[in-house]
T-cell receptor
Framework: EPEVTQTPSHQVTQMGQEVILRCVPI?????FYWYRQILGQKVEFLVS????????KSEIFDDQFSVERPDGSNFTLKIRSTKLEDSAMYFC????????????????FGAGTRLSVL | AQKVTQAQTEISVVEKEDVTLDCVYE???????LFWYKQPPSGELVFLIR??????QNEISGRYSWNFQKSTSSFNFTITASQVVDSAVYFC????????????FGKGTKLTVNP
């Protein structure tokens, strides 16, 4: 069964460092997302990406964050200068098979990357 | 604004008991979708079900069933004859049909099924 793959599973970094979280969405999906979950809290939307551009972002997604789809398979989230409060589980999701419009609403999630900022 | 409330923070049951997880949502949109996701201890989010606002028919899938009632803005999830493997955090989520692709999650209910 196709799945969303995220690497690494755990990333430890020092405050102020740049990190890149990587995701391989389900093949032929058209919409890509990043969400985060601070320990013990609910899952929060960060950004959605479609047709090689950001389609929506939350207030959390400030100038320190950026997303990119550098090739046909990877989707990355970059945090330019990490802060302690960026420590969280980051989930990538994808949806929307080409040619099947209604299916865009089911977002399939990866296993997450746990980011620890020290 | 969209909002999802899962009032039960934690539930603990003994194996084979039935358990219902509550979800109440708020939206002004007439077209929307409701979801349940499961987050086992390993951490991934597993899609369980999607319901659209025009389909109030209850759904059953094995030991899982969902009760959608627009009159009370609720989308409750029942596990019949619970098993230890059902232990997880369960999230209810809302997606409106408008331009936004943002899933709005509730805070989750942690279910522990004891042997």
């Amino acid at each position: 069964e196709p799945e969303v793959t995220q690497t690494p599973s755990h990333q430890v970094t020092q405050m102020g460092q740049e990190v890149i979280l990587r995701c391989v969405p389900i093949s032929n999906h058209l919409y890509f997302y990043w969400y985060r979950q601070i320990l013990g809290q609910k899952v929060e939307f960060l950004v959605s990406f479609y047709n090689n551009e950001i389609s929506e972002k939350s207030e959390i997604f400030d100038d320190q964050f950026s997303v990119e789809r550098p090739d046909g398979s990877n989707f990355t989230l970059k945090i330019r200068s990490t802060k302690l409060e960026d420590s969280a589980m980051y989930f990538c999701a994808s949806s929307g098979l080409a040619g099947v419009g209604w299916a865009k609403n089911i977002q399939y999630f990866g296993a997450g990357t746990r980011l620890s900022v020290l | 604004a969209q909002k999802v409330t899962q009032a039960q923070t934690e539930i603990s049951v003994v194996e084979k008991e039935d358990v219902t997880l509550d979800c109440v949502y708020e939206t002004r949109d007439t077209t929307y979708y409701l979801f349940w996701y499961k987050q086992p201890p390993s951490g991934e989010l597993v899609f369980l079900i999607r319901r659209n606002s025009f389909d109030e028919q209850n759904e059953i899938s094995g030991r899982y069933s969902w009760n959608f009632q627009k009159s009370t803005s609720s989308f409750n999830f029942t596990i019949t004859a619970s098993q230890v493997v059902d232990s997880a955090v369960y999230f209810c989520a809302l997606l409106t049909q408008g331009g936004s692709e943002k899933l709005v999650f509730g805070k989750g209910t942690k279910l522990t099924v004891n042997p």
